[in-house]
């Protein structure tokens, strides 16, 4: 279920921007690049990860021209400030080269509202992600997914949820969901909304299954949206429903294409778009490029003149990574990708921070790097911001992409959360890090730029001499550590591959 790009780290690649001209990342203000030029018209789609006007994709969008910052949506989010970090949000308007946008319309729908049947929590015992049935709908919640009204740890206890939630998230080629956004919210049946595949459509009957759910209608009154009509009922694979809940059958007060039309081509051709990949990469003919993979109905197409991110190889495009792109339309179902980018965290880090300036914090002798895609929030909480991080109290924790920019190796944050409580004397000399061994010898590590002492007793299941074969065979190791300071010194206290915990 974790999705670790197994990867290789390279030096940032020549013309890329520089991190230090960001000012105030995650909910602030904007990259201080010099450029001020128009680089698109048209959609921007992904999670929210500030205010401050709204940043998504790295863009601050002002919402100054939106009259009282209103958002259409019919899921009770009527204005911006009813918006959170980790909701996928549809942006109209445009954006700079500069990283400001100017925003013409904000567009938010829940994928998921309202009763949890069931909670089950990673079965290998990593933690690393938690699996919530929503109405028959199965949601994946992992690290990086904001967590309101509840907590991950509480999650990952399984308790059981008597609240409904409110889910944003993408659906998977599989037909299950990966959550941006989760909150607990107040149990309403009247107020439910369900997305999900369609089957035994009998329009005759008013009715159709999706799930566990069956759906009843009437087509006098109920609501069809995005064009839709009864008769397209029968041909449709994905629906959204939104009604009335009684067990299992819910009455639908509108009925509507699944929110894959948050990705719709609209005014304008350029698009930014945050999503799980469908369907992975495949070349087109005897060379790599061109090729195409798939997000949704839409059709990516990577050409020799697509920018990767600088840890993405073409091979790396596969089903289930969440990606960044960034194009044009050349048809309503075709996009010309001009830079992709990853946006699924490889790699953490868990601690006290040590010390925080210019965008760039230290956890545990880990370089962490922030930018405007970075979500700051607190543990089940309230929101957070790189200026009001705790120093040296308070456990954080650090999901993200390992980069390395010359002899520099650091984490990219995708996402920093703050523990709810203030940590004792002795867990703020306790860390952990997940990330790619760089060097080993028999007394030390080097994972993450920091240097650990390792014992062989470190090294779970005795698993010492494995590590070292692999390393010195070219594998790519990922490990995972909990480890200790004692001044300038960090020691192992255990070691684990990381490919232990993968299910």
Not at 155 to 161: K, M
Not at 240 to 250: K, M, P, R, Y
Not at 416 to 440: H, K, N, P, Y
Request: one cysteine or more; hydrophobic letters at 35%.
């Amino acid at each position: 279920m974790k999705r670790h790009l197994r990867k290789r780290i390279f030096g940032l690649a020549t013309g890329t921007v520089a991190f230090g001209v960001i000012s105030a990342c995650g909910g602030g203000s904007d990259l201080g690049i010099a450029d001020g030029g128009i680089r698109g018209t048209g959609s921007s789609v992904g999670p929210v990860s500030g205010f401050g006007s709204v940043f998504v994709n790295g863009v601050k969008f002002s919402t100054d021209g939106i009259p009282n910052q209103a958002v259409d949506s019919d899921d009770g989010i009527e204005f911006e400030a009813d918006l959170s970090k980790g909701m996928i949000l549809r942006v109209e308007g445009q954006w700079r080269d500069d990283g400001t946008g100017t925003a013409d319309q904000l567009l938010y729908d829940d994928t998921l509202r309202g009763p949890v049947d069931q909670v089950v929590a990673d079965p290998s015992g990593a933690g690393e992600f938690v699996t919530l049935t929503v109405m028959g709908q199965s949601v994946q919640i992992d690290r990086q997914t904001v967590v309101r009204g509840t907590t991950y740890a509480t999650l990952l206890s399984e308790a059981a949820i008597s609240d409904h939630v409110r889910v944003s998230a993408w659906r998977q080629a599989d037909g299950s969901y990966r959550a941006g956004y989760i909150e607990t919210v107040a149990v309403d049946v009247t107020d439910v909304e369900l997305e999900g595949r369609v089957s035994a459509v009998e329009t005759d009957q008013n009715r159709f299954t999706i799930g566990t759910i069956t759906v009843e209608y009437d087509e006098l009154s109920v609501n069809f949206g995005s064009g839709l009509t009864e008769s397209d009922l029968g041909n449709s694979t994905v629906l959204e429903v939104e009604g009335s809940l009684a067990g299992n059958v819910l009455t639908a007060s509108s009925i509507d294409r699944d929110d894959a039309r948050r990705f719709s081509r609209n005014g304008g051709d350029d698009i930014q778009l945050t999503a799980t990949i469908d369907a992975s990469y495949t070349a087109s003919g005897a060379t790599a490029r061109p090729g195409e993979f798939r997000i949704g109905d839409l059709i990516v197409r990577v050409t020799s003149a697509t920018e990767l991110d600088d840890d993405l190889e073409l091979s790396d495009l596969n089903e289930g990574l969440l990606v960044q792109v960034e194009g044009q339309f050349l048809s309503d179902t075709v996009i010309e990708a001009e830079e992709i980018e990853l946006r699924d965290g490889n790699a953490k880090v868990e601690g006290v921070i040590s010390g925080a300036a210019d965008n760039t914090l230290f956890i545990g002798g880990v370089e962490v790097r922030v930018l405007p895609t970075t979500a700051f929030t607190v543990e089940g909480g309230s929101d957070m911001s790189f200026e009001s991080l705790p120093i040296g109290t308070t456990t954080v924790e650090v999901e993200g992409v390992e980069k390395q920019q010359g002899s520099s190796v650091f984490i990219e944050a995708l996402k920093v959360e703050v523990d709810d409580e203030v940590a004792s004397t002795d867990e703020r000399a306790q860390f952990e890090l997940e990330g790619t061994l760089s060097a080993i010898s028999p007394s030390a590590i080097t994972i993450l730029g920091v240097s650990i002492d390792a014992a062989t007793e470190s090294y779970a299941n005795n698993s010492q001499a494995d590590i070292t074969n692999r390393f010195n065979n070219g594998e790519v190791v990922i490990l995972e550590v909990e480890y200790s300071r004692d001044g300038n010194t960090f020691t192992a206290v255990e070691i684990e591959l990381e490919e232990n915990d993968d299910d």
